[in-house]
């Protein structure tokens, strides 16, 4: 089988490899389409912590092409290796969407549930082989069933849509309230979307008028345009948000760009007694008052990755075709992948999410 693997900074080599080992308690799935994200952009630049070479792809779907003989569920058996294992009710020819995080289950995390923050924590397509190969065997827990009525293309935003779900239940969202999101990128985005179907009122802010117009299709009640270097919000964007806020501010913001500034504003906005959540990743420092936080009495927190929210995410999608699609804005065969992320890079086209299409998606 052919599999794309970054080999160095900004190098891609095409190399055929055999097909991988069906594993007992695992399926081989036959990969259909991978969506790239920012990750992906900073592992290919090497400027990420992981070795390379590397197989990158961590969000992806596809179709089961075989089951591990004698692998054992809470449900049943399946001793011929084919056909349908009741504990995970997936059969060979079904559409999945897999959840790519790894984790031990020892850890003090892990025994407390939080296993999205395991100590040895991993990643498929992060830290270890990927989906931009044709055939990719993973543990049948991983796989997610894909709604009858979403495409393969879309469900590939499955784990995006439920880092944004599990960004906004960290926030504990009441129908009723108004939430600040700062950035609309795919994960501000999609946590519109929920918010909005959760009975929030929802007030976006980004630097790119574009994305804000998606933001409003994407339920937005308001989409405020950040000018870099100049004072958010200015005096007009603050007499709405206090209009929408009762003068008391957002009870709820979802930080979704990383830039230390907007951690600082989502501080500066928020109500008292309000929420913050961080989503957004970086490295780089913000500059937090020491007094803010306990003045306000303040709630915030991280959020990283889900706690196997796929299923919702996939659920989410199905609920707004429309929406999924218009995240999509871009599309690359496999054999075009450096040339996708170039682009990327490069950021001279209004991007949403890039698809790479598999040869199983009928692109070679």
Partial sequence: MLSA???????????????PILEPGHALVRVHSVTLCGTDLHIWEDDYPTELPLVQGHEFSGIVE????????????????????????????????VNPIIYCGRCRPCLTGRYNVCQN???????????????????????????DELP??????????????????????????????????????????????LGVTVICADTE?????LAVEFGA?????????SDFPDEHQAQRMESMTDGYGPQLVIEATGVPSSLENAIRLVASAGRIVQVGISPRQANVSMKDIPYKELD?????????????????????????????????????????????QGRTEKIGKIVIEMPAGGLA
Avoid: W
């Avoid at 693997?5 to 097909?19: L, Q």
């Avoid at 293309?153 to 880092?163: F, H, R, T, V």
């Avoid at 919702?312 to 609920?319: I, K, Q, V």
């Fill in 5 to 19: 693997i970054t080999v160095s900074k900004e190098t891609i080599a095409f190399r055929d490899s055999p097909e």
């Fill in 66 to 97: 075989a089951l591990a003989p004698g692998y054992t569920s809470p449900g049943g058996t399946n001793p011929g290796g084919t056909g349908k294992d009741p504990g995970q009710d997936i059969c060979i020819g079904d559409r999945v969407a």
């Fill in 121 to 147: 924590v991993g990643c498929l397509g992060c830290y270890s082989d990927g989906a931009l190969t044709e055939l990719i065997s993973v543990p049948v827990e991983k796989l997610c069933r894909v709604p």
């Fill in 152 to 197: 393969l293309d879309i469900a590939a935003m499955g784990e995006p849509a439920s880092i944004a779900m599990q960004a906004v239940n960290r926030g504990r969202p009441e129908p009723g309230e108004t939430a600040l999101v700062l950035g609309s990128g795919p994960i501000g985005l999609l946590a519109t979307l929920y918010l909005t179907e």
């Fill in 209 to 213: 008028q574009h994305r804000l117009d």
């Fill in 221 to 229: 009640a308001d989409a405020l345009l950040v000018k870099p270097g």
């Fill in 300 to 344: 915030l927190m991280g959020s990283r990755m889900s706690l196997n929210l796929i299923p919702d995410g996939l659920a989410l999608l199905s609920r707004h075709p429309e929406q999924a699609r218009a995240l999509m804005t871009h599309r690359f065969a496999f054999a075009e992948v450096q040339k996708a992320y170039r682009l990327m």
